[in-house]
């Protein structure tokens, strides 16, 4: 009997679960809620419900930097705001845990899971762990004396979360869409071609990532509020203080205007990459799957493109910039898509 379909079920309902814990992340950064929980109750699934606990927690908060620094006129009915969204953050993570652990327990006992299946399987949950590990962290490093988080911290966590996800789905479609002797005798394709168009969708995963990190760094230093013109940064192309900071080097990581300008023009060659790959698909002979990725990807990154303008032009509003991210779940999840077909195409090649 074959198990796969629940154990594909499974999978795609931690990514799903995944998306959710990252959207709700962001929402939880761009309404600075994210230092409202200033004591870990890894234990806890249960939120103050007297008046009792919730003063409890506030007192707790008023001890944190970012209540003396910047939201001393806060009243309580204030911090329930902010401790709601923090709260429904950690509240998927810990769901995320129960889901995979329940029925990977189920899965082995019934022995449904076997051989390389097992370990793949391990090393979800271990990348789940780093995540939260990393994300604990990074609510630390708020913490202390300056009260705003680490833009490497936060970076390091939203990008676990995306390999987390990447490597989840990577596995169900490994169970979906399984090579099979009869697509090998079936399909007829060129091979140099497709190795070439296969090696692009690799550097374009290469750029998305890197494009998510800048996401990152973006959000973190607040990069999003400086220039927010289009396409040029204020009247110039390149903005002056793109190598203010010396080392030069520091522009591109610490930089607010530094690393806006790797964010914008990363996605320039990103937008350039799909279409090369749209282009070049256009003379092999593509299975039915392949073909619809590629036209979902490339008109994700279409999409993503300009929800990433708009963001930047109306300053970071709460609602694109969810948008934005969730734009980059999708053109991830569309480039892991693809790239799983090629190797589908290679393997029958």
């Not at 998927?92 to 029925?103: N, T």
């Not at 079936?186 to 998510?212: C, D, G, P, S, Y």
């Not at 002056?240 to 607010?256: K, Q, Y």
Request: with cysteine.
């Amino acid at each position: 009997m074959n198990h796969s379909k629940p154990i594909i079920i499974w999978l795609l309902a931690g990514c799903l679960l995944i998306w959710g814990m990252v959207v709700v992340g962001g929402i939880t950064r761009l309404t600075h809620s994210g230092l409202s929980m200033a004591k870990w109750k890894i234990s806890s699934v249960i939120p103050p419900h007297t008046d009792e606990e919730w003063n409890s927690d506030f007192n707790d908060y008023k001890q944190t930097p970012e209540y003396k620094q910047v939201n001393s006129n806060f009243t309580l009915e204030d911090y329930k705001h902010i401790y709601w969204w923090e709260f429904i953050h950690r509240l998927i993570g810990r769901s995320i845990g129960m889901v995979f652990l329940i029925p990977f327990a189920f899965f082995i006992i019934k022995g449904w899971l076997k051989g390389s299946l097992i370990w793949k399987t391990l090393i979800i949950f271990a990348l789940g762990g780093v995540q939260g590990i990393i994300g604990w962290y990074m609510v630390a490093s708020g913490l202390q004396d300056v009260p705003h988080v680490s833009h490497y911290f936060l970076a390091a966590h939203l990008i676990t979360a995306f390999i987390t996800f990447g490597y989840s789905f990577w596995v169900a479609l490994d169970l979906m869409y399984p090579v099979t002797d009869k697509s090998t005798m079936t399909l007829q394709v060129v091979h140099r071609k497709f190795e070439i168009v296969r090696k692009w969708n690799w550097a374009l995963l290469i750029l998305v990532v890197i494009q998510i990190v800048y996401g990152a760094f973006t959000s973190g230093l607040h990069a999003g509020q400086v220039y927010p013109t289009w396409p040029k940064m204020g009247e110039n192309w390149i903005a002056p203080e793109v190598t203010a900071i010396s080392p030069i080097w520091r522009n591109f990581i610490d930089g607010l205007v530094g690393v806006q300008f790797i964010h914008r023009y990363n996605a320039y060659l990103v937008v350039l990459l799909v279409i090369v790959i749209w282009f070049k698909s256009l003379k092999l002979q593509l299975l039915p799957t392949q073909s619809h990725g590629i036209k979902f990807l490339i008109g994700m990154v279409l999409v993503q493109f300009f929800l990433g303008v708009f963001t930047l032009v109306y300053t970071v509003p709460v609602v694109l910039g969810v948008l934005h991210q969730t734009g980059a779940f999708l053109l991830f999840a569309s480039t892991i898509f693809v790239l799983h077909q090629w190797r589908v195409q290679k393997t029958a090649s």
